[in-house]
């Protein structure tokens, strides 16, 4: 572990501070939480939250930067929710181009990881499918990913957690 890294163990929220240097309240009522300054203290908080749980959820997973880019590990867990999905479908969830999505299925065909299958009800259809390989690759970084936001929420009072739960499944049902 070289000088620049930290260990996921000692990542530690540091509270967001209110432009007055005290800890900001959330908002408790509907007329406070339109003011625009609750709005940015909200924002400034969310923003800060949300930093310690990315770099926990990239970390997690960083040994693998050298072998599989970021794209590519997007593209595998997508694959691997178990939807069937073709080329342009990925690359729709992507954000891609087909071409390029394409090419980036290519290099994971070439990695052992992904496979091109035709699909049952039409042989013209090409869907793209987990090898186990690639299946096991993928249940890793989830494993990974789980273990380093458990740590992350660790530091987390059971009330937060509750609060960080209900304000992400907002988020989910939309």
Do not use: F, H, Y
Request: with cysteine; glycine share 6%.
């Amino acid at each position: 572990m070289n000088q620049d890294t930290v260990r996921l163990d000692t990542v530690q929220p540091r509270p967001v501070q209110a432009r007055t240097g005290q800890l900001d309240q959330a908002p408790l009522d509907q007329k406070e939480a339109r003011r625009p300054e609750a709005v940015a203290t909200d924002l400034e908080r969310a923003e800060a939250g949300l930093s310690v749980l990315l770099e926990a959820w990239q970390r997690a997973i960083e040994e693998l930067g050298a072998m599989l880019p970021p794209a590519q590990v997007r593209a595998l867990l997508i694959v691997d929710t178990g939807d069937s999905l073709n080329v342009t479908g990925l690359a729709r969830m992507l954000g891609a181009s087909p071409s390029a999505t394409s090419r980036l299925c290519d290099r994971l065909v070439a990695a052992g990881l992904l496979a091109r299958v035709p699909a049952a009800a039409s042989r013209r259809e090409i869907l793209l499918q987990l090898t186990e390989s690639g299946q096991r690759l993928a249940a890793w970084i989830r494993d990974q990913r789980r273990t380093a936001l458990i740590r992350v929420l660790e530091t987390i009072s059971a009330g937060g957690r509750a609060d960080l739960a209900r304000g992400l499944s907002e988020l989910v049902l939309r």
